[in-house]
């Protein structure tokens, strides 16, 4: 059975299976790609839900493991040489894992690349715009009452984020052609994220992105995407 003792996290919570990989996460954007690329690569795993309610990202058992203070991260205990890892940003864990299995990403050195320069576009691109979007718009609109300028400005990188998504998927099933990769795990929770949780569709003109959104549809359609939008469960 392997050790996890030297991770701290481990201590408030604890692995019922020290053998399969521990994620630590939330239903959120971020939270479920790393839920979804599991459950599409029928890997073990076991789920602790961290509490935003009571700033558990933020306790020193989970900043032990990610010094960000951030969901999701993950101890995979058979990391490279069969010894245990932690890994902390979704982009890096996504990374790891398809690198793990050989899934999820291509196997020739372009598409690798290709794929990587999406889920960067991802990273760095829709995560902080459509993040910083739904701040404003969702929730803390009072701060903003009478300066229309950070919605508007969040809005608009959202929208042009989108319109480089819609010439992308235009004529292609993924992000990758044919192949469904980490670059879409990465980013189609983030499209339905802003719908669900920030009411987003109408202000970012969702209908006018018809690639975008069958992609978004064909994604969410995926069984182990359904199973892995509602990962950690509430207790
Ligand atoms: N770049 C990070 C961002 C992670 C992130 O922002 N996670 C959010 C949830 S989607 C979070 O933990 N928020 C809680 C907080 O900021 O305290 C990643 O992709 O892992």
Sequence with gaps: MADLSSFPITSRWPAKNPDIIQLYSLPTPNGVKISIALEELGLPYEAHRIAFDSNEQKSPEFVSL??????????????????????????????YLAEKTGKLIP????????????V???????????????????????KVANNPYPVERYRDESKR?????EARLEGRQWLMGDEYTIADIATFPWIEGARKFYGGAEVLDYKSFPSVMAWVERGLARPAAQRGLEIPKKE
């Design 66 to 95: 990610n010094p960000n203070g951030r969901i999701p991260a993950i101890i995979d205990p058979n990391g490279p040489d069969g010894k245990p890892i932690g890994l902390f940003e979704s982009g890096a864990i996504l990374v």
């Design 107 to 118: 196997s020739d050195a372009s598409g690798r690349y290709e794929t990587l320069c999406w």
């Design 120 to 142: 960067m576009f991802q990273m760095g691109g829709i995560g902080p715009m459509f993040g910083q979007f739904g701040h404003f718009f969702k929730w803390a609109p009072e």
């Design 161 to 165: 984020l989108l319109g480089v998504l």
